[in-house]
């Protein structure tokens, strides 16, 4: 009687292991964030995208922002770059300063985000609306925006990140029929900025994308 209530005693410790070894493998991931391995588009009502614009998340104060901070500060009140109150706003517009309003989303409709340790895609925008992230060449309208979150003129993406972007644009490429001449960076357009930056080398980028051929 005794062995058995000593094995009962064993048997229920091991399925307290297990049960916290399967909690820590699946635990909740950030809200918005996706898993590299289940890259799902929503196509519904998508516009007819002819290109694919590359970012970092470099701002104008030079600093790099986090996903959630850059959708924070693209729909708020903003003058000169800072994120303000409606009613510093108000005061200012009265004052006749151009003071630029919140927009519907973050400007990009896709990211890639180092969260904890692990690289996840970001969902922005919706295929069906407007970009915000390139108005030069009315591109907002053309192109896709995806932002790599990072200072690329500091260090150069990493190997799993240019996979992941390679994946996204092929899997975009696909579905619009964009060609990869039509892969392109912010600084292709707007000519006074690094954006992407200057350690972010597109051939090597094309050349992911190039292995990717028919998936
Ligand atoms: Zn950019």
Redesign the pocket.
């Known amino acids: 009687m005794r062995k058995f209530y000593v094995k009962l005693l064993i048997f229920a410790k091991i399925v307290e292991v297990i049960k916290s070894f399967l909690r820590k493998i699946f635990k909740e991931k950030p809200n918005g964030a996706q898993p590299i391995d289940t890259l799902t588009i929503d196509f519904t009502d998508a516009r007819k995208w002819e290109y694919i614009?590359i970012?970092?998340s470099k701002g104008p104060d030079k600093k790099t922002r986090d996903w959630e901070g850059i959708r924070r500060y693209h729909t708020s009140w903003r003058y000169k770059d800072i994120i303000i109150s409606y009613e510093r706003a108000k005061e200012l517009k009265a004052l006749g300063k151009v003071v630029e309003s919140p927009w519907k989303d973050i400007g990009y409709q896709w990211g890639i985000e180092l969260i904890g340790s692990q690289y996840v895609y970001r969902r922005g925008r919706k295929l069906h609306m407007r970009g915000a992230?390139?108005y030069q060449n009315d591109m907002n309208s053309k192109a896709i925006g995806i932002?790599v979150l990072g200072d690329y003129d500091v260090v150069s993406p990493t190997e799993e990140q240019i996979k992941m972007l390679a994946k996204l644009c092929r899997r975009l490429m696909n579905h619009f029929n964009i060609p990869i001449t039509h892969i392109k960076r912010?600084s292709d357009y707007?000519n006074y900025?690094s954006?992407?930056g200057e350690k972010f080398d597109l051939s090597r980028l094309i050349v992911e994308i190039e292995k990717l051929k028919g998936v």
Do not use: E, L, V, Y
């Open positions: 614009i970012h970092h992230h390139c932002c912010h707007a900025k954006c992407p």
